[in-house]
Nanobody, 121 residues
Framework: QVELVESGGGLVQAGESLSVSCVAS????????MGWYRRAPGKQRELVAT???????EYADDVKGRFTISRDNGKNAVYLQMNSLKPEDTAVYYC???????????????WGQGTLVTVSS
């Protein structure tokens, strides 16, 4: 069984920085694309950033230049560094993995439980 365990998040003021982390627990052979999504109050979940095993990244337009996604393949971890935060970045941030290979399964579409980021004005 694979679980995505998130940490970080919290309350910050506009303009400040915050980071969130996600570690995939369990016996894992390989992980595909890792990423972060977010769901703001009253809105649908949206993509924030993704990163491949080869470290190729993609970002949503409204976070480009402010957020940085990274991963540590040895730790099965993905990180999101968020700078110059805005009140509109307030959301629950979810870690996502598109595929995970374990000794018993190839899992697809694994989500973390979410961590709340609140940016005050």
């Amino acid at each position: 069984q694979v679980e995505l365990v998130e940490s970080g998040g919290g309350l910050v003021q506009a303009g400040e920085s915050l980071s969130v982390s996600c570690v995939a627990s369990g016996i894992i052979y390989s992980i595909g694309v890792m990423g972060w999504y977010r769901r703001a109050p009253g809105k649908q979940r949206e993509l924030v950033a993704t990163i491949t095993g080869g470290q190729s990244t993609e970002y949503a337009d409204d976070v480009k230049g402010r957020f940085t996604i990274s991963r540590d393949n040895g730790k099965n971890a993905v990180y999101l560094q968020m700078n110059s935060l805005k009140p509109e970045d307030t959301a629950v941030y979810y870690c996502y993995v598109d595929s995970v290979v374990t000794p018993r399964d190839r899992l697809r579409g694994v989500w973390g439980q979410g961590t709340l980021v609140t940016v005050s004005s």
